[in-house]
């Protein structure tokens, strides 16, 4: 399976800060880059996807910035407020003979304090 | 977006028994389904992708035989571990890939062999 390496593995922010987690891959099968939200018990909720014929996508508080020369992308969580506290997973569908699986970062685990 | 369901959310059994764990996509008819395994504070790997009407496909290092995947229409995949031991104790995950609504995964079967 590639390499999808993310970071950093925990993070804490103020209430009303930026979260800023990144992610960078190797190959992909093909160009499309989405950031899950887990939460402890539940399954993964997809959050915002890009496909990358734009280097940003903004939906409400999340934006992801993308980097196809450095082969990276970020999530970026505006005002981040205690609801906010999840695990977050960056991934990239794997080009191999899996069906173009998604392949997954190691999570970052954030706390938005009060 | 598409909707996966998967059943049970819990479960509790023997070790030596044999547990089934269905994934349904109730609006999506998927010829391919990922089955996950997520240990605590760990990310997703990818077991094996399900085929309809055709066998699976393990990753490296996945016992075929232990963790028996029957995906027996385009809504139902199923997974079987047989033989559990304490170490099979995880979080299952399947997820449906759809072209519009990218990758949906169920809600997650956490397994506990005692």
């Known amino acids: 399976q590639q390499q999808v390496k993310q970071s950093p593995q925990s993070l804490i922010v103020q209430k009303g800060g930026i979260s800023i987690i990144n992610c960078a891959y190797e190959n992909t099968a093909f160009d499309y880059f989405p950031w899950y939200q887990q939460f402890p018990g539940k399954g993964p909720a997809l959050l915002i996807a890009?496909?990358?014929?734009?280097s940003e996508k903004k939906e409400g508080r999340f934006t992801i910035s993308f980097n196809k020369s450095a082969k990276q992308f970020s999530l970026h969580i505006m005002d981040s407020q205690p609801g906010d506290s999840a695990t977050y997973f960056c991934?990239?569908?794997?080009?191999?003979?899996?069906?173009?699986?998604?392949?997954f970062g190691k999570g970052t685990s954030l706390l938005v304090t009060p | 977006g598409a909707v996966v369901s998967q059943h049970p959310s819990r479960v509790i059994c023997k070790s030596g028994t044999s547990v089934k764990i269905e994934c349904r996509s109730l609006d999506f008819q998927a010829t391919t389904m990922f089955w996950y395994r997520q240990f605590p504070k760990q990310s997703l790997m990818l077991m094996a992708t399900s085929n309809e009407g055709s066998k699976a496909t393990y990753e490296q290092g996945v016992e075929k035989d232990k963790f028996l995947i029957n995906h027996a229409s385009l809504t139902l995949s199923t997974l079987t571990v047989t033989s559990a031991h304490p170490e099979d104790s995880s979080f299952y995950i399947c997820?449906?890939?759809?072209?519009?609504?990218?990758?949906?995964f169920g809600s997650g079967t956490r397994l506990t062999v005692v």
């Open positions: 890009i496909r990358p014929d734009v």
């Open positions: 991934a990239a569908p794997s080009n191999s003979n899996s069906g173009y699986a998604l392949n």
């Open positions: 997820s449906v890939p759809t072209l519009t609504y990218g990758y949906t």
